[in-house]
């Protein structure tokens, strides 16, 4: 029996996506495109997978909840910032850097979930990962205290990362 | 106060908002000198740029037409797909040297951009020349 499931889902997360976004791509609801959805969402993963390595372990799915809420409440705050120092900062007075981030994720889908959520917040870019994946390169727009930036994505993002992906 | 009028006023502002941070994105790419600076303004203004509109949209079609939640999928692709764009072009600056270039990471050898193969060393110098 699990086999079986296995078999017919290999990407459970995947199948359950694609028939989601499938169905909120028709302009109404009906049940017919619901069921081509799924249909969707099995036949694709099965077709895919001999380019997956392996399905992504399951992460907890309540934590992600506070954690997209918070990330979307940051870029708010993160484009008035931004904003402002386009607006009002002459181009000598800026103070771009390097930073870099130690990591202590090492599951893939945690690092670029973590490399995404910098790119959209405070004037933060990711540029890079170290060709072993222990440390994130981070481009900062304008700070003056690259240690304090490095603290605050290691204590406001990772370490609820660590907490969602175990 | 209807609830049209409302609507009306509430889409007025995010489109407005919206337009603003569109506006401040441009500026910030053409009025920034460093390359890796002027990626700042397009990747994080945009999104909220963006957002602002879609808002917008979504408010008009749920009050004055049949709802839609296209707006949102919108949305979802985009905070996806942002951050991988902007990545790809810093990693564009980072191959061809055209950034003030970062210190090598304390716990591995380089960086991947700048992590050569053997094989294509004789290549990359080429380039490089």
């Known amino acids: 029996m699990r086999g079986a499931l296995h078999w017919l889902f290999p990407h459970p997360l995947l199948t359950i996506l694609l028939a989601v976004v499938w169905s909120l791509l028709q302009s109404a609801f009906t049940p017919g495109m619901f069921v081509f959805g799924v249909i969707l969402g099995i036949v694709i993963p099965k077709i895919t997978s001999p380019w997956w390595p392996d399905a992504p372990r399951s992460f907890r799915i309540t934590r992600m909840i506070p954690y997209v809420l918070l990330v979307l409440w940051d870029i708010i705050v993160a484009n008035i910032q931004v904003a402002w120092i386009v607006l009002t900062r002459p181009n000598d007075k800026l103070r771009p850097t390097w930073v870099v981030i130690p990591l202590e994720l090492r599951r893939p889908e945690a690092i670029t979930i973590l490399a995404g959520t910098i790119t959209l917040t405070p004037g933060t870019i990711s540029a890079d990962l170290s060709n072993e994946g222990h440390s994130l390169l981070v481009h900062t727009l304008d700070t003056d205290d690259p240690e304090g930036v490095r603290d605050e994505i290691k204590r406001r993002y990772e370490r609820r990362l660590k907490e969602i992906f175990l | ?129």
């Open chain 2, 1 to 129: 106060m209807t609830a049209g009028i409302i609507a009306t006023w509430a889409i007025a502002i995010s489109l407005l908002i919206g337009s603003f941070f569109c506006l401040v994105g441009a500026i910030g790419l053409l009025r920034f000198r460093d390359s890796m600076v002027r990626l700042h303004a397009p990747t994080k203004v945009g999104t909220m740029g963006v957002g602002g509109l879609l808002l917008a949209a979504m408010i008009h079609s749920y009050t004055f037409e049949q709802g839609s939640l296209h707006e949102l999928l919108i949305m979802g692709f985009l905070f996806v797909t942002a951050p991988i764009s902007a990545n790809f072009i810093a990693k564009v600056h980072l191959h061809h040297r055209t950034c003030k270039m970062p210190d090598p990471p304390p716990h591995d050898e380089t960086w991947a951009t700048l992590d050569v193969p053997e094989a294509d060393l004789e290549i990359e110098a080429q380039s490089d020349a």
